[in-house]
T-cell receptor, first 114, second 112 residues
Framework: GAVVSQHPSWVICKSGTSVKIECRSL??????MFWYRQFPKQSLMLMAT?????????EQGVEKDKFLINHASLTLSTLTVTSAHPEDSSFYIC??????????FGDGTRLSIL | GENVEQHPSTLSVQEGDSAVIKCTYS??????FPWYKQELGKRPQLIID?????GEKKDQRIAVTLNKTAKHFSLHITETQPEDSAVYFC???????????FGKGTLLTVNP
């Protein structure tokens, strides 16, 4: 149980394009989803917290207009990196949890901007 | 906000030995402490967690201890095996319904 699916697993695109990443909870209702960014050999840095039906809460220093988060249902959240540039290249990983339950992570998306 | 420090950053042990990873936290309101294992290129996986109303929790070869007064918690792995090799992250939050603050991670290498 508690499976989180993240898609795509790898994206390579040109600078200036927008990229959408999906995070789905497959066998539970995720009242909250989290989006993290992880640089090589570093820890997970929380970008934003997303509650179903509400606006996402962004961590300090994370641009809301750059990283658009939508959590329209209890099983799906999306992260859109708008007008991506090389410095946005990173490993993006989502997690999801039901009320009172631990966070479970997706497999992550490796984003490379050329 | 919460600050979680994790040590050591790297740990190398021989197969069969024990491994201990230590974390400290700053916010006395934190009461939920999970540990995640992340293999290279894969998702972090929850291996054990502890809440502040208990001092120790054990699951087979893995145990976690918590000292609320000192604000530190530790992961203990006994009889280590090569497949235990991974990066381990500790984390803290004010409850499982709140966001997690992660430590910087420990790269554990178990040598056969």
């Amino acid at each position: 149980g508690a499976v989180v699916s993240q898609h795509p697993s790898w994206v390579i695109c040109k600078s200036g394009t927008s990229v959408k990443i999906e995070c789905r909870s497959l066998d539970f209702q995720a009242t909250t989803m989290f989006w993290y960014r992880q640089f090589p050999k570093q820890s997970l840095m929380l970008m934003a917290t997303s509650n179903e039906g509400s606006k996402a809460t962004y961590e300090q220093g994370v641009e809301k207009d750059k990283f658009l988060i939508n959590h329209a249902s209890l099983t799906l959240s999306t992260l859109t990196v708008t007008s991506a540039h090389p410095e946005d290249s990173s490993f993006y990983i989502c997690s999801a949890r039901a009320i009172g339950q631990p966070q479970h992570f997706g497999d992550g998306t490796r984003l490379s901007i050329l | 906000g919460e600050n979680v420090e994790q040590h050591p950053s790297t740990l190398s042990v021989q197969e069969g030995d024990s491994a201990v990873i230590k974390c400290t936290y700053s916010d006395s309101a934190s009461n939920y402490f999970p540990w995640y294992k992340q293999e290279l290129g894969k998702r972090p996986q929850l291996i054990i967690d502890i809440r502040s109303n208990v001092g120790e929790k054990k699951d087979q070869r893995i145990a976690v201890t918590l000292n609320k007064t000192a604000k530190h918690f530790s992961l203990h792995i006994t009889e280590t095996q090569p497949e235990d090799s991974a990066v381990y992250f500790c984390a803290a939050s004010k409850g499982s319904n709140y966001k997690l603050t992660f430590g910087k991670g420990t790269l554990l290498t178990v040598n056969p």
